[in-house]
């Protein structure tokens, strides 16, 4: 055997030698975003699985479910490994719980409420939105 195949040989050995301890798990990516509003008839197992998260790691991206396992329709939780929904989808869409619409950056609730043929005081009763100047990237407003 020459040299050249020898010194191949042991790079390719040197190489599968430092892969194999240097291997570490990988990260898996959420089928959710990274922030999730909570459903009617969520409950977190249910939201773990469907996003494909452990149950154990969507109770340590959000702490506070540790001292209370009560989630409610609207609320926010952190999915790890999601991802950022406004570089993905927002406009309007339609679900079980009827029309909503995914606002985009430079969206106002006038604009939502023009384009739906609703008043913006609706749109704030219907979603809790105390101050119709307050609403962001990727948020979830339901229309009926």
């Known amino acids: 055997m020459n040299g050249k195949r020898i010194f191949q040989i042991l790079l390719v050995i040197a190489l599968m030698t430092a892969s194999?301890?240097?291997?570490?798990r990988a990260q898996a990516w959420s089928?959710?975003?990274s922030t999730y509003y909570v459903q009617p008839g969520d409950w977190l197992a249910k939201i773990a699985r469907n996003c494909g998260v452990s149950l154990s790691s969507l109770v340590a991206a959000n702490p506070w479910v540790n001292y209370s396992y009560y989630i409610y329709p609207g609320q926010a939780l952190y999915i790890p490994g999601g991802?950022?929904?406004?570089?993905?989808?927002?406009?309007p869409g339609y679900n079980a719980y009827g029309s909503y619409y995914v606002v985009c950056r430079g969206d106002t609730l006038g604009g939502i409420a023009m384009y739906y043929g609703v008043t913006v005081s609706h749109l704030q009763w219907r979603n809790g939105i105390?101050?119709?100047n307050y609403i962001y990237a990727g948020q979830v407003i339901y229309i009926y």
């Open 83 to 91: 991802y950022d929904p406004v570089s993905y989808y927002c406009g």
């Open 31 to 33: 089928s959710c975003p």
């Open 20 to 24: 194999l301890s240097t291997a570490t």
């Open 130 to 132: 105390p101050n119709a």
